[in-house]
T-cell receptor, first 115, second 119 residues
Framework: AQKVTQAQTEISVVEKEDVTLDCVYETRDTTYYLFWYKQPPSGELVFLIRRNSFDEQNEISGRYSWNFQKSTSSFNFTITASQVVDSAVYFCALSDENRDDKIIFGKGTRLHILP | DTAVSQTPKYLVTQMGNDKSIKCEQN?????MYWYKQDSKKFLKIMFS???????INETVPNRFSPKSPDKAHLNLHINSLELGDSAVYFC??????????????????FGEGSRLTVL
């Protein structure tokens, strides 16, 4: 069965600190996609990244970076030099082409960046 | 131009009533979804449609009936509303697949959400 676990329900850090959000997934399939989405206090859901199961290269986008490790079934998200605007709920998600593109979300990690 | 738009954004109603939420996307995507987000922020898929065809029906009660008149629209009708239906309902669409295949890429473009409160 597919499952996404975000063990950290809530994290608070002081601005400019680095923070890593953990995501562990379960799937029996060899072809799948992993995602991160951001939901700021305003409520909209914003796509951040998609990674397919064949591409284990880490990705960096500005202050954001993602570490995909198939060996540990993890897809962690790091924010470097955090800013107050990074405060949001972050969701990790998984989809599998063999299940009609059903995208399963983790329960989210609420991140507070304190000024 | 809003890519995925939902109406209404807020809905307050009494138990037992019937209500609808409309969703339209102007991105040309083939796949559309309804997700429910509860008070604990948990996002759960309800339905997906690909080019007007129902693909996913995630054991949602029969009181919920999606309708897709064309691939740009996916509406959600809820009969006999219950207290537990209170949530934010998000519509989303997804681009067609690239070389990897599948019906959609999984990259979701969400609407702003419709907050339903059942009293």
């Amino acid at each position: 069965a597919q499952k996404v676990t975000q063990a950290q329900t809530e994290i608070s850090v002081v601005e400019k600190e680095d923070v890593t959000l953990d995501c562990v997934y379960e799937t029996r399939d060899t072809t799948y996609y992993l995602f991160w989405y951001k939901q700021p206090p305003s409520g909209e859901l914003v796509f951040l990244i998609r990674r397919n199961s064949f591409d284990e290269q880490n990705e960096i986008s500005g202050r954001y970076s993602w570490n995909f490790q198939k060996s540990t079934s993890s897809f962690n998200f790091t924010i470097t030099a955090s800013q107050v605007v990074d405060s949001a709920v972050y969701f990790c998600a998984l989809s599998d082409e063999n299940r009609d593109d059903k995208i399963i979300f983790g329960k989210g990690t609420r991140l507070h960046i304190l000024p | 131009d809003t890519a995925v738009s939902q109406t209404p954004k807020y809905l307050v109603t009494q138990m037992g009533n019937d209500k609808s939420i409309k969703c339209e996307q102007n991105l040309g995507h083939d796949t559309m979804y309804w997700y429910k987000q509860d008070s604990k922020k948990f996002l759960k898929i309800m339905f997906s449609y690909n080019n007007k065809e129902l693909i996913i029906n995630e054991t949602v009660p029969n009181r919920f009936s999606p309708k897709s008149p064309d691939k740009a629209h996916l509406n959600l009708h809820i009969n006999s509303l219950e207290l537990g239906d209170s949530a934010v309902y998000f519509c989303a669409s997804s681009p067609p697949p690239g070389l990897a295949g599948g019906r959609a890429t999984g990259e979701l473009f969400f609407g702003e959400g419709s907050r339903l409160t059942v009293l």
